[in-house]
């Protein structure tokens, strides 16, 4: 990206705190909860988060928001670090705010001896009841006036695991009145007879987020604790709790989340898509996972670059999947090694080629001069794709079509004399004449063509299972649509090529390749590839096949 690009808003915030000498370096931290793989909108926050810290000469710690035991489990954790790696980002610290457990619980005793805090008996429903609404303010608790010693005593047995779950919660003691609801007595802990993924049985209280976030990001001496739109309402309360207890004062910033058109974004979302078998798992090449993404073939860089380009906003906006896309194949069409695959086979038979030869051809492996050449066999038989071929050719076909000459990419110019059909009427085979006197890199035939098509020598081919994945949605913003959204998923979303027939060299193709099958698209080896069974998912079209269709 250009050095001259003008500074986002966070950039200005942290250059001011910089140059004042409000702050010597910064620390900024990213927080996910382990209740989900990420996905495409936290790789925003992440490039963010680590982009801000990396620009100033400052440091990001990775934090688990790890406060709610019943969600949260050891494999999210270790697949949101295996991500945040792949996309090129390391942390100075791994914490959990888990660790935190014992100075949380500290925090609330400070609060309670300075009657900031109660512990109130009423049930959810009356707590709500209470609560009053936008418009009318809320009511006191009874419970609110209880007196230092009984909230320091009833608190200490809600920890020894006295009560029942929702029997007791600990609420701030801020004001019922309050125009911002979220600071009229916000419950700080409540009870949860649960297993912690981390502290095991040793809690049966857990700190609500806002008591928590603010809190770790305290602790950790965070400058800048970036965040997205929603948390607006939060910060009068994130500012409140570190200034009555007197911590490092973190400052809460917020953006714009990113949404992303033909996905859903939410863990909760993407959680029912998996357990319900609408996709084979989190890292289903379909899912807007960062792991999907990975495993579909997208590569870190062109992720990153994506992130930047849509800067940084504060009004909430959709953007444009094919707007990745494109960044994905800006990446990938300098890097991608070029290799020839047939996926709808027909056979092409040179009938003046010598029976039983083999040629050793070469075929440039990209755009770079610097990325070689790769050997590729040419025989008397040859699969191309049906497409390429005609019977009745329409305007401006430059392809196969009986009397039309094409050349062989890499290789000769032929010329379609005939055409044989089976029984059912396809097209079968396609008889040509070749050039030898026109062999690509030494042609001296004179002759010139203005199509040139792919192929693999039929004898030399090896086969492999092509995943042909598309967009999990046929609607822009399923989310927003009427009724549940699943019924907008694309049943097309998944088509499988089980016999494309492919140049040998792919036999050893390695997960960390990237191709373009030459005129198909940009393709990767798929994990579940076998010694016996080699399967690639398609990563991306050539071209952006969806704006056209839309028009
Ligand atoms: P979800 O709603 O998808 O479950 P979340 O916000 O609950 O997401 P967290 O694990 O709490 O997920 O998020 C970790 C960090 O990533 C938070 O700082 C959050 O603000 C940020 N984040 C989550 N989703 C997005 C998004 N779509 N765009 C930008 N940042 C995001
Ligand atoms: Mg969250």
Redesign the pocket.
């Known amino acids: 990206m250009s050095e001259e690009k003008s500074l986002n808003f966070l950039e200005e915030i942290v250059e001011n705190d910089l140059n004042n000498g409000k702050y010597k370096s910064i620390i900024t931290r990213?927080?996910?909860?382990p209740?989900?793989y990420l996905?495409i909108?936290?790789s925003?926050?992440i490039c963010l988060n680590f982009g801000l810290a990396q620009k100033y000469g400052g440091s990001t710690n990775l934090r688990f928001?790890d406060t709610n035991p019943i969600t949260e489990d050891t494999e999210y954790v270790e697949s949101i670090k295996e991500d945040i790696k792949w996309l090129g980002f390391n942390w100075s610290n791994e914490f959990y705010a888990s660790d935190y457990f014992n100075q949380l619980f500290e925090f609330a005793l400070t609060l309670i001896k300075n009657d900031l805090a109660y512990v109130d008996d009423s049930t959810s429903e009356e707590i709500a009841h209470l609560k009053g609404t936008p418009t009318e303010p809320g009511k006191d608790s009874i419970y609110r006036s209880r007196s230092i010693d009984e909230n320091l005593q009833l608190f200490i047995e809600m920890k020894d695991g006295k009560y029942k779950d929702g029997e007791k919660v600990l609420r701030a003691k801020i004001d019922m009145t309050h125009t911002n609801m979220l600071m009229r007595d916000p419950i700080i802990y409540r009870i949860k007879h649960a297993h912690h993924h981390r502290t095991g049985d040793k809690w049966c209280i857990y700190p609500m987020y806002d008591f928590a976030h603010g809190q770790s990001d305290s602790i950790e001496k965070i400058t800048h604790s970036?965040?997205?739109l929603e948390?607006i309402p939060h910060r009068e309360l994130y500012d409140w709790l570190i200034e009555k207890l007197n911590i490092f004062p973190s400052h809460q910033y917020e953006?714009a989340?990113?949404?992303m058109t033909y996905t859903v974004?939410?863990?909760?979302k993407l959680l029912q898509l998996v357990e319900e078998g609408h996709v084979s798992g989190w890292d289903d090449p379909r899912m807007p996972t960062i792991s999907g993404f990975r495993r579909k073939g997208y590569t870190p860089l062109s992720i990153r670059n994506f992130c930047e380009k849509i800067g940084v906003a504060k009004r909430e906006n959709l953007i444009d999947l094919s707007l990745l896309e494109f960044c994905l194949r800006e990446d990938l069409n300098n890097t991608a090694k070029r290799a020839m695959v047939v996926l709808d086979p027909i056979k092409l038979i040179i009938t003046n080629y010598e029976d039983g030869k083999t040629e050793e051809l070469h075929s440039e492996n990209g755009p770079d001069e610097n990325m070689g050449t790769r050997a590729i066999p040419f025989s008397k038989e040859l699969w191309i794709e049906r497409e390429d071929f005609m019977e009745v050719p329409e305007k401006k076909w430059f392809r196969l079509t009986p009397g039309s000459m094409v050349r062989l990419k890499s290789a000769y110019i032929v010329k379609c004399e005939s055409f044989e059909k089976d029984n059912a009427g396809n097209v079968k085979a396609i008889h040509c004449t070749y050039f030898p006197d026109s062999k690509s890199g030494n042609d001296t035939s004179g002759i010139t063509v203005k199509g040139t098509i792919h192929w693999v020598s039929v004898p030399h081919a090896k086969t492999a299972e092509v995943r042909m994945y598309d967009r999990l949605f046929k609607v822009e913003n399923p989310a927003a649509e009427e009724g549940d959204f699943k019924d907008y998923i694309n049943p097309h979303s998944l088509e499988i090529i089980p016999n494309a027939y492919i140049e040998s060299s792919l036999t050893n193709a390695t997960l960390d390749d990237r191709f373009q099958f030459i005129r198909k698209g940009y393709f990767c080896l798929d994990k579940d590839t076998t010694k016996d069974k080699l399967i690639f998912n398609r990563t991306v079209t050539l071209k952006d096949t969806w704006s056209k269709v839309k028009g």
Do not use: A, V, Y
């Open positions: 990213f927080p996910p909860e209740n989900g996905h909108g936290h925003k926050s928001d970036i965040c997205t948390f953006f989340r990113l949404n974004m939410s863990k909760r």
